[in-house]
């Protein structure tokens, strides 16, 4: 195990885009023909679907979940991509982008995750509303603080789980869990600093978005700029935005995911071949 730095961590991602940045726009590029290939095979398969099925709640929830593979498993390609950049950038893969089994493995790790946190929302709700009746509203939302508590601690002990799937080939939360012993606090800050640079990054970029659609398209009012308004008065402006997003996405992804693999090299510490190297 190597020293760990929380904050050295969460910049892991700015890094990568100031080496790597030609990768990065390549990504932007993938992104968008990845959007539109998953949203036309979703669409045939859920038209096909439909049409078997008819207007049932039956073939709504597969549509839906049609819908959320798709979803998962483009982001997948471009998260996988960011881990093989960074741990194994010999594989052979365009742009570090592909599909296969790590791809699979990440979006089966996604949709543990979702089912777990749908299970502890579903607590802490029902948790809340017990006590609310029983100690007031304050007495509710004091002990519902509890299960959010352990919601966090357990997202943290588990955040590895995802750069595990593809570094070591294998599904193992409990990897996750060993090596975030006693390094959580760390880990815990790690994600707090990350998801500040986050939250700054997108509001620039949202501003910034914002800026760019209405040089092109004209400002009328602000209000005009986002909202139902923009898909019903301006449709051109309103993919535009959808297009920038996407473009934009890759980023969000490099800044959110890079900071895992860094955390995760840091506590496993440099393999065999990299500390022979050294010597």
Same mark, same amino acid.
């Given at each position: 195990?190597?020293?760990?730095?929380?904050?050295?961590?969460? !910049?892991?991602?700015?890094?990568?885009?100031?080496?790597?940045?030609?990768?990065?726009?390549?990504?932007?590029?993938?992104?968008?023909?990845?959007?539109?290939?998953?949203? !036309?095979?979703?669409?045939?398969?859920?038209?096909?679907?439909?049409?078997?099925?008819?207007?049932?709640?039956?073939?709504?929830?597969?549509?839906?979940?049609?819908?959320?593979?798709?979803?998962?498993?483009?982001?997948?390609?471009?998260?996988?991509?960011?881990?093989?950049?960074?741990?194994?950038?010999?594989?052979?893969?365009?742009?570090?982008?592909?599909?296969?089994?790590?791809?699979?493995?990440?979006?089966?790790? &996604?949709? !543990?995750?979702?089912?777990?946190?749908?299970?502890?929302?579903?607590?802490?709700?029902?948790?809340?509303?017990?006590?609310?009746?029983?100690?007031?509203?304050?007495?509710?939302?004091?002990?519902? $603080?509890?299960?959010?508590?352990?919601?966090?601690? $357990?997202?943290?002990?588990?955040?590895?789980?995802?750069?595990?799937?593809?570094?070591?080939?294998?599904?193992?939360?409990?990897?996750? &869990?060993?090596?975030?012993?006693?390094?959580?606090?760390?880990?815990?800050?790690?994600?707090?600093?990350?998801?500040?640079?986050?939250?700054?990054?997108?509001?620039?970029? &949202? !501003?910034?978005?914002?800026? $760019?659609?209405?040089?092109?398209?004209?400002?009328?009012?602000?209000?005009? $700029?986002?909202?139902?308004?923009?898909?019903?008065?301006?449709?051109?402006?309103?993919?535009?935005?959808?297009?920038?997003?996407?473009?934009?996405?890759?980023?969000? &992804?490099?800044?959110?995911?890079?900071?895992?693999?860094?955390?995760?090299?840091?506590?496993?510490?440099?393999?065999?071949?990299?500390?022979?190297?050294?010597?």
């Amino acid at each position: 195990m190597s020293e760990f730095s929380a904050s050295d961590a969460a !910049i892991a991602g700015f890094r990568l885009i100031g080496q790597r940045w030609r990768v990065i726009v390549g990504w932007s590029m993938a992104n968008l023909l990845i959007v539109i290939a998953t949203a !036309i095979v979703a669409s045939v398969i859920v038209v096909a679907i439909g049409a078997a099925a008819g207007a049932s709640p039956v073939a709504a929830v597969i549509a839906g979940a049609i819908g959320l593979l798709a979803t998962l498993l483009a982001g997948a390609i471009l998260v996988c991509g960011v881990f093989r950049l960074m741990l194994r950038p010999e594989e052979p893969a365009y742009l570090f982008l592909r599909v296969g089994k790590e791809e699979a493995r990440l979006v089966v790790v &996604w949709l !543990i995750g979702i089912v777990a946190w749908g299970i502890l929302a579903a607590c802490i709700a029902l948790v809340g509303r017990a006590l609310q009746g029983q100690g007031g509203l304050a007495g509710g939302v004091a002990f519902a $603080l509890v299960p959010v508590a352990l919601a966090i601690w $357990l997202g943290v002990r588990f955040s590895l789980a995802g750069v595990i799937s593809f570094a070591e080939r294998r599904i193992d939360f409990a990897r996750s &869990w060993r090596l975030t012993h006693g390094r959580t606090w760390a880990v815990l800050g790690m994600c707090v600093i990350t998801a500040c640079l986050l939250g700054v990054v997108w509001i620039g970029a &949202w !501003i910034l978005q914002l800026v $760019l659609t209405g040089a092109l398209t004209g400002f009328d009012d602000l209000a005009s $700029l986002v909202g139902q308004a923009t898909l019903e008065r301006h449709p051109g402006r309103f993919l535009l935005q959808l297009l920038l997003q996407v473009l934009f996405a890759p980023v969000l &992804w490099v800044l959110s995911q890079a900071p895992l693999v860094a955390t995760y090299k840091a506590l496993v510490g440099p393999a065999p071949q990299e500390v022979a190297a050294e010597a």
